[in-house]
């Protein structure tokens, strides 16, 4: 069965500081994936999407970028955090199909 | 369409009645949508899902109903117990390759 892995589970930063948030995917290939943010009691943010390795569609410009490594790799990466780069991030996984995300456990980053 | 910056609705239901959660789609091109649960600190869980050749389908306790002409979709729970406790969203799925979700629902329950 597929499995998606993302961590770590909670990360506090200091502005200005890099960030690297690593996601992978178990049994499956060519999924596409994902990254979202989401604010205290707010919705999700679609912040990037890959189908392919080395392949990043970017939604919202700003400080961040994601990379695709290797088929089941997916990392989120800034250079320096921002204060509003504080939230929830979400990696999530599908197939190439009009099919359902399936979500990782999230990663709750505080930038102070 | 997305609604990121918005505080989260609130639906506050009785327990044992039917809980309805309505979203709007913005996309004529979406012909897959989906339904997540998220609870507390956690990824959002898949509940039911519907073809956009559909206009109705059922899973255990819940519903789902889709109006393709005013862009309307629905979830229903029935008995709705102290576990349905969470934030729903809907999603659309315009491309193959994008989901974009709606700004969510937060489902309360009144013992």
């Known amino acids: 069965s597929q499995t998606i892995h993302q961590w770590p589970a909670t990360l506090v930063q200091p502005v200005g500081s890099p960030l690297s948030l690593e996601c992978t995917v178990e049994?499956?290939?060519?999924?596409?994936l994902y990254w979202y943010r989401q604010a205290a009691g707010r919705g999700l943010q679609l912040l990037f999407y890959?189908?392919?390795?080395?392949?990043i569609s970017s939604e919202v410009p700003q400080n961040l970028s994601a990379s695709r490594p290797q088929d089941r790799q997916f990392i989120l990466s800034s250079k320096k955090l921002l204060l509003s780069d504080s939230g929830f991030y979400l990696c999530?996984?599908?197939?190439?199909?009009?099919?359902?995300?399936?979500f990782g456990s999230g990663t709750q980053l505080s930038v102070l | 369409g997305e609604s990121v910056g918005l505080h989260l609705p609130t639906l506050s239901v009785q327990e044992g009645d039917n809980s309805i959660i309505n979203c709007a789609y913005s996309?004529?091109?979406?012909?897959?949508f989906i339904w997540y649960k998220q609870e507390s600190g956690k990824g959002p869980q898949f509940i039911i899902d519907?073809?956009?050749?559909?206009d109705k389908r059922q899973g255990q306790r819940v519903t789902v109903l889709l109006n393709k002409t005013v862009k309307h979709l629905s979830l229903q729970i029935a008995a709705t117990q102290p576990g349905d406790s969470a934030v729903y969203f809907c999603?659309?799925?315009?491309?193959?390759?994008?989901?974009?979700f709606g700004s969510g629902t937060r489902l309360s329950i009144r013992p």
């Open positions: 890959s189908v392919g390795i080395g392949q």
């Open positions: 519907i073809r956009s050749n559909m």
């Open positions: 049994g499956t290939s060519n999924p596409n």
């Open positions: 999530a996984w599908k197939t190439d199909r009009r099919e359902k995300l399936f």
């Open positions: 996309n004529s091109a979406s012909d897959y």
């Open positions: 999603a659309e799925n315009p491309s193959a390759s994008k989901i974009i």
